[in-house]
């Protein structure tokens, strides 16, 4: 059974205070690139840059969005049935000296974002990079730590969390889920 | 995808898929750095039983831009010409560990006798064998014709409604026969133009128009696409035609023929070119023509196609 | 070797009639129903199983001399005992080539030894099979072999003239020319049926012309000198054309059909599995249906295997690399049921006939084959052909495995044969080496002529 832990509302608020976390620790929009890590995070990252060009004036948000695939840099590969990547996309401005936000829905084992800094390693040397997701659910294997959480929720390793969005999913919310069915 | 060894048994979301991948892969050769990670650790042979240097290093650059390490056997002066059997070799490459085996072999078949073996495990690419296919050429070929003829907008398409003529000796080619399958599962219609002696006995049964006459066919169709194919010498020591001047007049992609193209339509060539036979250097040169994209499209399609075989679990055999 | 006596009991004739056939010394003694059986004799439940003459096979590829790797004079008349035959006749693409004396009566001593079956070299036309110039006919024809038969199979004897000369010349000796049409030029490097398949694959096509030509060629010059003629392995609809023309012109030629070229397309090469490599190559569903046409009226004389032993490296590999050939003794019978009895083709007294009695008529091979009247040579078969089973390389017995109907479900089994009253496999069990060895050295004793 999935008990439902963000609704609609829940996940605009979370999105709406990480935009303004990071206007603040950048001191506004200037040199700001915001990249989604497929497939949620990069719905997730558009949001994030619709809302900050709302609070900075004058900001185009696709000079400032783009996303990052990391399946090429993932550690697992050859773990899974062969991955069929999604376009890498920076913004024009690159991101060479820039504060690089890395977006993604959930942050768990922390595998997934390591890859992400490899790609970005690749792509170019960015100021700094910040790592925002919308929900944290702990269990690291690596030293990685979020810098804008929408919300920590403890779990154990045999759940599951969903999250839905409207652009890919056609509804709006973050679920658990007790993972029965591998048993 | 567990091999790669004719695009006939390519479906048309698989093909879309590999171009698709490529694209991504084309993006990394814009890059400064153009190498990823993702097959660090795998093993990829180029196995070459038939001289070609261009579709070696073609792959070879593909493997490494993918982290892969690669080995070239090349079995021209080696045990392999003094007898050495194909499968003594692939049981070699199997003690060895290797992940792929990317094989050229003047046998047609002989990519799909390795696959089929339970002399190694590896996923196997054919990277041409005989008069049978060339599957990465004819993939580099659609992909080409994609960017050029949808700028901007290629992914996720077919070649629905293009027109594609290719000339020359389709007899003996094996770029024909995997540009035939791939560009009908992509939409594309194809026209074979070539003397009678060259066109292979039964073409009349295949999905494709056939002409003896090239500019008959280029006036009539208009075509988006014009494919050269490469004649070479030893066919006329045969008697398929009487002469390369006689050839070259009635066959060949010369400069008035260009000049009564359609500004918009592309030429084609898969290399090694003869100019001033099949093709003439102003239309080998020419804004037209795709030549040398081809050349750097391969290496993406070989990435791609490296990547679909080599990234994910094995998978079971079928 | 004690001489036994056999009594098949309840064994149906070719011609349907039921027989209890009773064998005894070496020959059949009665067919009469309801003989009871001579004490010592053996008694064999033959009910349900149809008895042939001793099939004969007029294109065996035994490999001995020089190729003993893929098969030997013995371990080829095993494989025709396990496939109900009681002789075949040896094809001279030996190293040395049997195209001297000296081989084919080598061939002739190793046959006799072995005791398994009657061989019967055929002698080259050319030396060396060179198709330059013809061998020594006459000295293989007087030969202890006697040779009658005389092929360059394997190679075509292309010289027209040359041609002309080996029909006139083997007149003499009334033997005959087998000739294995292809043209040579309109082969080179041929490697399956043309046409629109073997363009798909990129296999250099072997147009049917390459056979139809020829064979028209050699029916013209046949009847020009007024020579026999005999075509081995048609295989297209156009060669079945040729030579049915060529009968109605009262030309005196014989033609031949392999049991592979009867049941299997070139389809099967879609795989690039070297075991479908084949001369002549396997061709269209069309071509099948008019060979077994041919055979049905006649057109087409005998069914012969051309079996052709080779070792596993020779096709173990890609296709252009792989050796030519079939093994086809084993096989041979349950073939033709499939193909050309259970269709209602053929019955068996057609089998017979195309499998024993003509085979033996155009080779010459006298006093070997019969009607089951009394003392008849005991030379025959008993066949269950009410068995379907899956084809397995467990059913070879020669020491080559390139069958290509391995895993295929044939009709009928061989389950007896009998050479000279000797039974070479018995309930499906081949007669051991020694026990053939001792059946040869009695037949010897006895003066059983070789070539009968
Ligand atoms: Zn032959």
């Known amino acids: 059974m999935a008990r439902t832990v963000l609704q609609q509302a829940d996940i605009a608020r979370a999105l709406t205070r990480i935009s303004h976390e990071i206007l603040e620790s950048n001191r506004g929009a200037n040199d700001l690139v915001i990249l989604g890590i497929p497939t949620r995070g990069v719905v997730l990252a558009d949001r994030i840059g619709r809302i900050i060009a709302g609070i900075e004036q004058g900001t185009d948000p696709s000079a400032i969005v783009g996303s990052l695939d990391i399946t090429m840099y993932r550690d697992d590969l050859a773990r899974h049935p062969t991955r069929t990547p999604s376009p890498t996309q920076v913004p024009r401005q690159g991101i060479d000296g820039k504060t690089v936000v890395l977006v993604d829905d959930v942050l768990y084992s922390g595998r997934t974002i390591r890859a992400a800094l490899d790609a970005l390693n690749d792509l170019g040397r960015p100021r700094v990079v910040r790592l925002a997701t919308l929900v944290d659910r702990g269990h690291r294997d690596l030293p990685i730590r979020a810098d804008f959480v929408g919300k920590n929720l403890p779990t154990s390793r045999e759940e599951r969390i969903n999250v839905r969005l409207t652009e890919i999913d056609g509804t709006e919310e973050v679920s658990i889920e007790e993972a029965t069915s591998e048993r | ?318 | 070797m004690s001489e036994s006596s056999y009594l098949l009991k309840g064994a149906t004739l070719p011609n349907g009639q039921a027989a209890d056939i009773l064998i005894q010394d070496g020959r059949i003694t009665s067919t009469a129903p309801g003989s009871s059986a001579p004490s010592g004799a053996v008694v064999v439940d033959a009910a349900g199983l149809v008895a042939l003459p001793g099939l004969v096979d007029l294109h065996t590829h035994l490999r001995e001399p020089g190729f003993e790797q893929s098969e030997t004079v013995l371990t080829g008349t095993r494989a025709a005992a396990a496939g109900g035959f009681t002789s075949v006749f040896a094809m001279a693409n030996t190293m040395p080539v049997s195209d001297t004396a000296g081989v084919v009566e080598q061939v002739q001593s190793l046959g006799d030894a072995a005791g398994y079956a009657t061989v019967r070299p055929i002698g080259a036309v050319t030396v060396g099979l060179a198709g330059e110039r013809l061998s020594e006919i006459g000295a293989m024809a007087q030969s202890r072999a006697a040779v009658r038969v005389f092929s360059d199979d394997g190679k075509c004897v292309h010289d027209s003239l040359l041609m002309r000369r080996a029909l006139e010349y083997v007149k003499t000796f009334d033997g005959v020319i087998a000739q294995h049409a292809q043209d040579p030029r309109l082969t080179e490097n041929a490697q399956m049926n043309e046409g629109a398949l073997s363009s798909e694959l990129g296999l250099k096509g072997w147009p049917a012309v390459a056979e139809e030509s020829i064979i028209a060629r050699d029916v013209l010059l046949a009847e020009h000198v007024g020579a026999r003629l005999h075509i081995c392995h048609l295989s297209t609809a156009g060669s079945v054309d040729v030579v049915r023309w060529a009968k109605a012109r009262g030309i005196p030629v014989t033609a031949e059909a392999t049991p592979h070229h009867l049941l299997l397309t070139e389809d099967l090469i879609r795989s690039y599995d070297a075991r479908y490599k084949v001369n002549p190559p396997l061709r269209r569903d069309e071509d099948v249906q008019a060979l077994r046409a041919g055979v049905a009226d006649g057109t087409i004389d005998i069914v012969a295997t051309d079996h052709a032993p080779h070792p596993r490296e020779s096709k173990e590999s890609e296709w252009d690399a792989a050796s030519f050939g079939m093994v086809g003794l084993e096989s041979a019978l349950p073939v033709v049921q499939t193909a050309l009895v259970d269709t209602g083709l053929l019955g068996w007294d057609d089998v017979a006939r195309v499998l024993s009695t003509t085979p033996a008529r155009i080779g010459r091979l006298n006093g070997h084959t019969h009607s089951f009247e009394e003392g008849a040579p005991a030379n025959l078969t008993l066949v269950d052909p009410a068995d379907r089973s899956t084809f397995t390389l467990d059913r070879l017995a020669g020491k080559s495995q390139n069958t290509p109907f391995e895993g295929v479900t044939l009709a009928g089994r061989v389950r007896w044969t009998f050479h000279h009253g000797f039974p070479t496999l018995r309930d499906g069990e081949l007669a051991s080496i020694e026990e053939a060895a001792a059946h040869a050295r009695h037949l010897a004793r006895e003066g059983v002529p070789a070539h009968g």
Do not use: C
Request: proline share 4%; charged share 20%.
């Open chain 2, 1 to 318: 995808m567990r091999h790669l060894l004719s695009t006939k048994d390519l479906g048309r979301a698989e093909a879309i898929q590999i171009l698709d991948i490529a694209e991504d892969m084309a993006d990394v050769q814009n890059r400064e750095v153009k190498k990823l990670p993702t097959l660090r650790g795998k093993t990829v042979v180029n196995l070459f039983f038939e001289d070609s240097t261009r579709t070696r290093i073609s792959f070879e650059a593909a493997a490494k831009r993918l982290s892969a390490d690669v080995i070239n056997f090349s079995a021209k002066g080696s045990s392999v010409s003094k007898g050495e059997s194909l499968k003594d070799t692939a049981q070699t490459l199997a003690a060895m560990g290797a992940d792929g085996v990317v094989i050229r072999h003047s046998a047609s078949g002989a990519p799909q006798v390795l696959a089929q073996s339970d002399w190694i495990d590896a996923g196997v690419v054919n990277a041409g064998d005989g008069t049978h296919e060339h599957p990465t050429q004819a993939l580099l070929d659609a992909f080409t014709m994609r960017r050029r003829l949808f700028p901007g907008d290629s992914r996720g398409r077919g070649l629905d409604g293009v027109s594609v003529v290719i000339v020359g000796d389709i007899l003996h080619s094996r770029v024909a026969r995997s540009n035939l399958w791939l560009l009908g599962t992509l939409g594309a219609t194809v026209t074979f133009v070539a003397p009678a002696t060259l066109v292979p006995v039964g073409a009349d049964t295949w999905p494709v128009d056939l002409s003896f006459d090239l500019d008959a066919t280029l006036a009539l169709m208009q075509p988006d696409v014009v494919m050269m194919l490469r004649i070479q010498s030893e066919r006329m020591n045969a008697a398929y035609f009487p002469s390369a001047r006689e050839y070259g007049r009635q066959w060949g992609l010369d400069d008035e023929r260009l000049a009564r193209l359609r500004p918009d339509s592309i030429v084609m060539h898969p290399g090694p070119m003869n100019r001033g036979l099949e093709i003439s250097a102003g239309a080998a040169d020419s804004a037209q023509s795709t030549v040398l994209e081809q050349v750097a499209n391969g290496v993406s399609i070989r990435m791609a196609v490296l990547y679909l075989l080599l990234s994910g679990e094995r998978e079971a055999l079928s």
